[in-house]
């Protein structure tokens, strides 16, 4: 192994680390310690997260918004943590360069072929650890939108919506799963 990937594959990853890093469009994301690099997201999901800021947004209450790909530092005792969700739905005011879990009321993952397992896994566990109250993951190999909320320190299940669900009692209100396809 090149001293350069060497370099890469390490776990002792912080963030600091990162401004070292190309600003070439890839996500770098530190999963418990760890280096995580996914590409730039396809134009398909580039699309659902603007019909999902489109429905939810207007919905929103005063104090809270949407924001897209920015991201969130989770503290821990031991490795760092450092992910950018596809959107969150925050309170507050953002220090100068991410977002602490106590702002973030919803992270909201669309999944991509590079990141099922880290978005039904690593990051769902990651975000329920940290607190938040509601992770929406958007399944397009499923096509289905699954909202896990915050119960006694687990994530448990309260709604889903694909093409055969009825969208009423969702943040999606009225609008099917169809509709996050528009022009995807």
């Known amino acids: 192994m090149s001293a350069q990937l060497a370099w890469l594959h390490?776990?002792?990853?912080?963030?600091e680390d990162l401004a070292g890093l190309p600003d070439d469009g890839y996500r770098y994301e530190i999963l418990d310690g760890r280096l995580h690099v996914t590409p730039p997201p396809e134009t398909r999901h580039q699309d659902v997260i603007e019909n999902l800021r489109d429905i939810i947004r207007p919905r929103l209450p005063d104090g809270m918004r949407f924001k897209v790909g920015q991201g969130l530092r989770v503290p821990v005792l031991g490795p760092e943590r450092y992910v950018i969700p596809d959107a969150v739905?925050?309170?507050g005011s953002r220090p100068d360069l991410y977002w602490a879990p106590e702002n973030v009321v919803t992270a909201i993952e669309v999944t991509s072929p590079g990141s099922q397992l880290d978005d039904r896994g690593n990051k769902k566990?990651?975000?329920?650890?940290a607190?938040?109250?509601q992770y929406l993951l958007v399944d397009l190999a499923q096509e289905r939108v699954t909202s896990y909320g915050l119960e006694r320190g687990e994530y448990v299940v309260s709604w889903v919506l694909d093409r055969d669900t009825d969208p009423v009692g969702t943040w999606l209100g009225g609008h099917r799963f169809e509709t996050?396809?528009?022009d995807a």
């Open 125 to 129: 566990e990651l975000y329920c650890e």
């Open 10 to 15: 390490r776990d002792d990853w912080t963030f």
């Open 89 to 91: 739905i925050v309170t």
């Open 131 to 133: 607190g938040i109250e």
């Open 180 to 182: 996050l396809l528009r």
